[in-house]
Each structure stands twice: as C-alpha cells, then as structure tokens.
C-alpha cells in the first residue's frame, strides 16, 4: 500500500505565496515522479506540475514562471511553492505519486487534497 499525504495550503491575498509538501510512503518499489494537480468546482482536473526521478519537470501553462516544484528522491517528497499568486489559482490541490508496487503495475496514487484559496 501507498499513502499520500499533503501539507500546506491554506487561505492568501493575491499576490502572496504559499508551499505545498507531500509524502509518499509505503512499500515502493520504484518511485518514477511526483507532482500537483488541482480542481476547482466544475472544472476538470488540470496539470499543475511534475518532476520525474531525474529532475525533469513539467508545469501547467498557467503557473509557468511563478509556481516552483522540487523534490527530495530519498524521501520520496514534493513541494510546490506557489508565488505571485491569483485568484484563479484557487482550486484543491492534488499530490500523486507514480509508482511501481510490486508485484502490482506501474500506477499513480493520490492523496486527499488540500484547499488553496487566493482572495482579490
């Protein structure tokens, strides 16, 4: 089994920032990449960022330049810093983590979410 617990989070005034951090834990077997996605209401589910095993990342277009995501391999965590943020960044933030599990295939799995909410 594979937990997936984020941190973080919370309420801001546009413009401010905030950091996300999660963890996956449990018997991994490989761990390829973590990342963020997030879901407003009524919104589908939307890429925020990711970052593979070997660094390689990957970011929404609406967060370019502004969001930052780095990881700790070891630790098998991911954090997201969150600048200059906007309104329409509020969403619940997902953190997945793609992993393998022997003997099970390659999947990811997702934790629970944790509300950003950016006041104008």
């Known amino acids: 089994q594979v937990q997936v617990l984020e941190s973080g989070g919370g309420s801001v005034q546009a413009g401010g920032s905030l950091r996300l951090s999660c963890q996956a834990s449990g018997t991994i077997s490989f761990n390829y990449g973590m990342g963020w996605y997030r879901q407003a209401p009524g919104d589908q589910r939307e890429l925020v960022a990711g970052i593979t095993t070997a660094g390689v990342t990957n970011y929404g277009d609406s967060v370019k330049g502004r969001f930052t995501i780095s990881r700790d391999n070891a630790k098998n965590t991911v954090s997201l810093q969150m600048n200059s943020l906007k309104p329409e960044d509020t969403a619940v933030y997902l953190c997945?983590?793609?992993?393998?599990?022997?003997?099970?295939?390659?999947?990811?799995?997702w934790g629970q979410g944790t509300q950003v909410t950016v006041s104008s």
């Open positions: 997945y983590a793609d992993v393998i599990v022997l003997p099970r295939p390659r999947r990811n799995y």
